[in-house]
């Protein structure tokens, strides 16, 4: 049983440019959710699945971010016109029916 | 708004002692808590939970107990071991009072186990 995966480990980007990271859920999971973490913060919950379905989004999800589950399989989290402030750690979590989530090892994403 | 608090940033503790680790919650509608153990550079790893309805949980050295009335739960690590050192994050949610599916952390506590 594979854990959550992230893809890619670390971007860094110039500002205004678009950005697409990638979360495999654990396989029989069908819950999937995405959460940013900035320095000295813990993860704010940004998004969350349940299948294809988009259930939930927090404020913090600008009209310049926007995920995807296809599939109901791996997620999308694209950022539009990068800015200095989206620079953090996302992360992605998986669960089946339970409060406890699975986190994969997050992708760092740079600014400049 | 921070609903989940755990105010202390660092904790120093000898190997072979116990680590207690705190934290708050202000809103009453969490009914499941649980706590999570981040290394540098890798995502949050789940150690153990606790619902509501119970004051304590136990998993081998880790045992998290929870005081509903004061809104605080804690988790103790005993014994202590080198290993141990990372930031740990209290977390909190309320799917089962019709609140989100999702996590709300706290800042975290960095954990220092001194061999």
């Known amino acids: 049983d594979t854990g959550v995966s992230q893809d890619p480990r670390h971007k860094i980007t110039k500002r205004g440019q678009n950005v697409t990271f990638r979360c495999d859920p654990i396989?029989?999971?069908?819950?999937l959710y995405w959460y940013r973490q900035t320095l000295g913060q813990g993860p704010e919950f940004l998004t969350y699945?349940?299948?294809?379905?988009?259930?939930?989004k927090s404020r913090l999800l600008s009209d310049r971010f926007s995920a995807e589950r296809p599939k109901g399989s791996f997620s999308t989290l694209e950022i539009q016109r990068t800015e200095q402030g989206d620079s953090a750690m996302y992360l992605c979590?998986?669960?089946?029916?339970?409060?406890?989530?699975?986190f994969g090892p997050g992708t760092r994403l740079t600014v400049t | 708004d921070q609903q989940v608090k755990q105010n202390s940033p660092s904790l120093s503790v000898q190997e072979g002692r116990i680590s207690i680790l705190n934290c708050d919650y202000t809103?009453?509608?969490?009914?499941?808590f649980l706590w999570y153990k981040k290394y540098p550079a890798e995502g949050p790893t789940f150690l153990i939970s606790?619902?509501?309805?119970?004051d304590k949980n136990e998993d081998g050295r880790f045992t998290v107990f929870l005081n509903k009335s004061a809104k605080h739960l804690s988790l103790h690590i005993v014994p202590s071991q080198p290993g141990d050192s990372a930031v740990y994050f209290c977390?909190?949610?309320?799917?089962?009072?019709?609140?989100?599916?999702?996590?709300?952390f706290g800042k975290g506590t960095k954990l220092t186990v001194n061999p």
């Open positions: 977390a909190a949610n309320g799917v089962n009072q019709g609140g989100s599916e999702k996590l709300v």
């Open positions: 396989s029989e999971h069908n819950r």
């Open positions: 699945f349940q299948n294809e379905a988009q259930l939930e």
């Open positions: 979590a998986s669960s089946q029916e339970s409060y406890e989530q699975y």
């Open positions: 606790i619902s509501s309805i119970k």
């Open positions: 809103n009453s509608m969490f009914d499941y």
